[in-house]
């Protein structure tokens, strides 16, 4: 890097230094072995840290908002706090649920962002790919040299490489999962440790059985390098590498020169700025007597993320002009990241105090603050989030050539709606000292900050119900599998226990009744919880709100549809084509003013894509069609991104049901399905209808993994 230093790292002399430790969070022992991925990551196994968090070592739903402890070493050893970035979890070979006993899964793997030094963490290795024959070195996650296990690729299957350890020595064994395979000759780490073959136990008293020559002994597998690349890539991970040096004709890095050469034109000027710029970013700097090259200044602002909001922040108060050329230029390349390093770290220290039931809401809040924004995808790590957050432009609202709002601005201020007095303060006194920094006018973020308090004030007056959510699959003829979670508000938790079970519609209500009345509601909310089936699109008319739990020792039936409001969400038809995400989003934020079409006519699923594709104020469809034609409909509105459809599972004629249901409003419809169900119970031949009401809330998140694939992640 030249004048301005970078955090050093000795692993090419002492390799074992490259070994990040996780440490448990209830006894401080270690869980096992990572190393440095990026600036301000580190990767490591997922099953290291669910052992970290004490979870099912192979638990494939990400963990939330939970803090893990790392130790990082570089000239010394140091601990920081990290949280999950990125995410792939444990998976058999079909795509199932890893199973006990299994010795070998794919997956596996956890992006953890480190909140470390603003110089970031010490420099990540070289990569390079894994190949037969190679002899490596791994060691445990303790860290210590003494723990060095030598070893040999025996062989290379794709996604698996199998390692043979040297006969004396140490072997692999719990608390090296996770952790570098570096190869001398490459000087690269080549792959990271996952699991080892044990030595065979006796089946009845789970001893090891007596030595046999016979026996695997020191086999052990891994992540090849270049698999855990692609297995990187397909959730996303593009930006945790080291940024690569720019061409030296990239536009962005001339402009950088010309604008530093003109802004700070005099060597003691450049000496103090860099001086300066350096001690911000937390590296190390050059001689005092010869300052930096505009070429050395550019090209470090271009590869340190954080460099070029810092030295703009620099700028900003005694030259406007010079801040926003910097600006300008830097945004010609995909590195620099918007905030400094001081913002940076202080976003994440009032977001580690910030209550845990709000930040669960942080995707909502994002939703309803930028709703024409592409899909933020359900289930993405709150620090995956603002990775994206802070790469997206600022929003459309700008006059006279002013600076746009950033989206991340924007959504920390619609955070704010929903925090306390004191924590709505300390982000906005944040966010005012960013924008500034940026030169955007108080007025236009003032405007943002209107809006928000304005949403606040709406989602304050409904709060978000206790719901239960029923994944129902098809068993055997007239039985199904049932799948349950329940969700107070802070999200999913899955409360079934046997996925295997099949029930009849009888014991299936009986078995969703269990699980509501073990449920405490809010003593300030009389309203009772809301049943969300989720079925695939040939279940969408499955009569799951007319199962009832008839029992002859019970005085009543129990009928679930009558009792509580229970709507249908197909997430497979809402997530088939994923460009329309966006428009369900728009238009669930539409909910109370948006509009309602009425299909009362038997229309090609075409013409209703015609009609609706762009139609982002049509919140609500009822389809009053006879069976043939409707279920198409249907199926195109979900498609579609339409978050409320309402349709007469039982008629062939003009819906009474429809009719009925006109008059009751979009957000009101659950509750008015349910006293539908309700009086047709009590007086069918008034009520004739068999109300269906699909129902996809982008406010709530669902399971994810459930809906297509039998796994247990969430």
């Given at each position: 890097?030249?004048?301005?230093?970078?955090?050093?790292?000795?692993?090419?002399?002492?390799?074992?230094?490259?070994?990040?430790?996780?440490?448990?969070?209830?006894?401080?022992?270690?869980?096992?072995?990572?190393?440095?991925?990026?600036?301000?990551?580190?990767?490591?196994?997922?099953?290291?840290?669910?052992?970290?968090?004490?979870?099912?070592?192979?638990?494939?739903?990400?963990?939330?908002?939970?803090?893990?402890?790392?130790?990082?070493?570089?000239?010394?050893?140091?601990?920081?706090?990290?949280?999950?970035?990125?995410?792939?979890?444990?998976?058999?070979?079909?795509?199932?649920?890893?199973?006990?006993?299994?010795?070998?899964?794919?997956?596996?793997?956890?992006?953890?962002?480190?909140d470390?030094?603003?110089?970031?963490?010490p420099?990540?290795?070289?990569?390079?790919?894994?190949?037969?024959?190679q002899?490596?070195?791994?060691?445990?996650?303790?860290?210590?040299?003494?723990?060095?296990?030598?070893?040999?690729?025996?062989?290379?299957?794709?996604?698996?490489?199998?390692?043979?350890?040297?006969?004396t020595?140490?072997?692999?064994?719990?608390?090296?999962?996770?952790?570098?395979?570096?190869?001398r000759?490459?000087?690269?780490?080549?792959?990271?440790?996952?699991?080892?073959?044990m030595?065979?136990?006796?089946?009845?008293?789970?001893?090891p059985?007596?030595?046999?020559?016979?026996?695997?002994?020191?086999?052990?597998?891994?992540?090849?390098?270049?698999?855990?690349r692609s297995?990187?890539?397909?959730?996303?991970?593009h930006?945790?590498?080291?940024?690569?040096?720019?061409?030296?004709?990239d536009?962005?890095?001339?402009?950088?020169?010309?604008a530093?050469?003109?802004?700070?034109?005099?060597?003691?000027?450049?000496?103090?700025c860099?001086?300066?710029?350096?001690?911000?970013?937390?590296?190390?700097?050059?001689?005092?007597?010869?300052?930096?090259?505009?070429?050395?200044?550019?090209?470090?602002?271009?590869?340190?993320?954080?460099?070029?909001?810092?030295?703009?922040?620099?700028?900003?108060?005694?030259?406007?002009?010079?801040?926003?050329?910097?600006?300008?230029?830097g945004?010609?390349c995909?590195?620099?990241?918007?905030?400094?390093?001081?913002?940076?770290?202080?976003?994440?220290?009032?977001?580690?105090t910030?209550?845990?039931?709000?930040?669960?809401?942080?995707?909502?809040?994002?939703?309803?603050?930028?709703?024409?924004?592409?899909?933020?995808?359900?289930?993405?790590?709150?620090?995956?989030?603002?990775?994206?957050?802070?790469?997206?432009?600022?929003?459309?609202?700008?006059?006279?050539?002013?600076?746009?709002?950033?989206?991340?601005?924007?959504?920390?201020?619609?955070?704010?709606?929903?925090?306390?007095g004191?924590?709505?303060?300390?982000?906005?006194?944040?966010?005012?000292?960013?924008?500034?920094?940026?030169?955007?006018?108080?007025?236009?973020?003032?405007?943002?900050?209107?809006?928000?308090?304005?949403?606040?004030?709406?989602?304050?007056?409904?709060?978000?119900r206790?719901?239960?959510?029923?994944?129902?699959t098809?068993a055997?003829?007239?039985?199904?599998?049932?799948?349950?979670?329940c969700?107070?508000?802070?999200?999913?938790?899955?409360?079934?226990?046997?996925?295997?079970?099949?029930?009849?519609?009888?014991?299936?209500?009986r078995?969703?009744?269990?699980v509501?009345?073990s449920?405490t509601?809010?003593?300030?909310?009389?309203?009772?919880?809301?049943?969300?089936?989720?079925?695939?699109?040939?279940?969408?008319?499955?009569?799951?709100?007319?199962?009832?739990a008839?029992?002859?020792?019970?005085?009543?039936?129990g009928?679930?549809?009558?009792?509580?409001?229970?709507?249908?969400?197909?997430?497979?038809?809402l997530?088939?084509?994923?460009?329309?995400?966006?428009?369900?989003?728009?238009?669930?934020?539409?909910?109370?003013?948006?509009?309602?079409?009425?299909?009362?006519?038997?229309?090609?699923?075409?013409?209703?894509?015609?009609?609706?594709?762009?139609?982002?104020?049509?919140?609500?469809?009822?389809?009053?069609?006879?069976?043939?034609?409707?279920?198409?409909?249907?199926?195109?509105?979900?498609?579609?991104?339409?978050?409320?459809?309402?349709?007469?599972?039982?008629?062939?004629?003009?819906?009474?049901?429809?009719?009925?249901?006109?008059?009751?409003?979009?957000?009101?419809?659950?509750?008015?399905?349910?006293?539908?169900?309700?009086?047709?119970?009590?007086?069918?031949?008034?009520?004739?209808?068999?109300p269906?009401?699909?129902?996809?809330d982008?406010?709530?998140?669902v399971?994810?993994?459930?809906?297509?694939?039998?796994?247990?992640?969430?």
């Amino acid at each position: 890097m030249g004048w301005f230093g970078v955090t050093g790292s000795a692993h090419h002399d002492d390799p074992s230094r490259l070994v990040v430790t996780v440490r448990r969070a209830a006894d401080g022992g270690t869980a096992g072995a990572g190393f440095v991925l990026g600036i301000d990551t580190v990767l490591t196994c997922a099953h290291v840290v669910n052992d970290a968090l004490g979870r099912p070592m192979l638990e494939a739903r990400p963990p939330q908002l939970e803090e893990i402890l790392v130790e990082v070493r570089g000239t010394s050893t140091e601990q920081y706090f990290a949280r999950l970035l990125h995410w792939v979890a444990p998976r058999a070979k079909d795509g199932s649920t890893v199973r006990e006993g299994d010795s070998e899964w794919l997956g596996d793997l956890a992006v953890l962002r480190i909140d470390g030094p603003a110089g970031g963490l010490p420099a990540a290795p070289d990569r390079a790919a894994m190949s037969t024959d190679q002899e490596v070195s791994a060691w445990h996650g303790g860290g210590r040299a003494a723990t060095l296990a030598r070893l040999t690729v025996a062989s290379l299957h794709g996604s698996h490489g199998y390692l043979d350890g040297e006969a004396t020595g140490m072997a692999v064994g719990p608390g090296y999962s996770g952790g570098p395979l570096w190869c001398r000759h490459e000087r690269a780490v080549v792959g990271l440790v996952v699991a080892h073959f044990m030595p065979p136990q006796d089946a009845a008293t789970g001893l090891p059985l007596p030595h046999s020559s016979q026996h695997l002994i020191r086999r052990s597998w891994a992540i090849p390098w270049q698999h855990v690349r692609s297995e990187l890539a397909a959730v996303g991970v593009h930006d945790v590498l080291p940024p690569q040096s720019p061409d030296p004709e990239d536009p962005a890095l001339l402009l950088l020169m010309e604008a530093v050469g003109d802004i700070l034109f005099s060597p003691s000027q450049r000496t103090d700025c860099a001086k300066r710029l350096a001690r911000a970013c937390g590296v190390g700097c050059g001689s005092d007597v010869t300052p930096p090259t505009p070429e050395e200044f550019a090209m470090f602002l271009l590869t340190h993320p954080r460099a070029l909001a810092a030295f703009s922040g620099l700028l900003r108060r005694d030259s406007p002009d010079a801040a926003d050329r910097v600006l300008a230029a830097g945004s010609l390349c995909i590195t620099p990241k918007m905030l400094s390093p001081q913002e940076y770290a202080g976003l994440r220290k009032h977001l580690r105090t910030t209550d845990r039931a709000v930040l669960a809401r942080f995707p909502e809040a994002a939703r309803a603050a930028l709703p024409h924004v592409a899909a933020f995808p359900g289930g993405e790590s709150l620090d995956a989030l603002l990775n994206r957050l802070e790469a997206l432009p600022g929003d459309g609202h700008s006059a006279n050539g002013e600076r746009r709002v950033p989206a991340l601005l924007r959504v920390l201020e619609y955070v704010g709606a929903l925090c306390p007095g004191p924590k709505r303060a300390e982000l906005r006194l944040w966010a005012d000292g960013v924008a500034q920094r940026l030169g955007i006018a108080r007025a236009a973020l003032g405007e943002r900050r209107s809006d928000a308090q304005a949403w606040g004030r709406s989602v304050r007056g409904r709060s978000a119900r206790m719901r239960v959510l029923v994944q129902v699959t098809r068993a055997e003829r007239g039985r199904h599998r049932l799948r349950i979670w329940c969700d107070e508000g802070a999200g999913p938790r899955q409360v079934s226990t046997d996925s295997l079970a099949a029930y009849s519609a009888t014991d299936g209500a009986r078995e969703v009744l269990r699980v509501l009345e073990s449920l405490t509601p809010p003593a300030d909310d009389e309203r009772p919880p809301l049943v969300e089936v989720l079925v695939d699109r040939a279940s969408l008319n499955l009569p799951v709100d007319e199962w009832a739990a008839h029992d002859p020792d019970e005085i009543v039936p129990g009928v679930l549809g009558v009792e509580f409001p229970l709507v249908v969400h197909c997430p497979e038809l809402l997530r088939r084509h994923g460009r329309f995400m966006s428009h369900w989003r728009s238009r669930w934020n539409r909910l109370d003013s948006g509009k309602t079409f009425v299909v009362s006519e038997s229309m090609d699923p075409d013409a209703i894509y015609s009609k609706l594709v762009n139609q982002l104020d049509t919140v609500r469809v009822s389809v009053d069609v006879p069976p043939g034609p409707r279920d198409g409909i249907v199926q195109t509105c979900l498609a579609l991104g339409i978050p409320v459809v309402v349709w007469d599972r039982g008629r062939d004629g003009a819906s009474h049901l429809v009719q009925h249901m006109a008059d009751v409003a979009t957000r009101e419809l659950p509750d008015g399905v349910r006293t539908y169900r309700a009086n047709a119970k009590a007086s069918p031949p008034e009520f004739p209808g068999r109300p269906v009401l699909a129902w996809a809330d982008a406010d709530r998140t669902v399971p994810r993994l459930h809906l297509t694939e039998p796994q247990e992640s969430a």
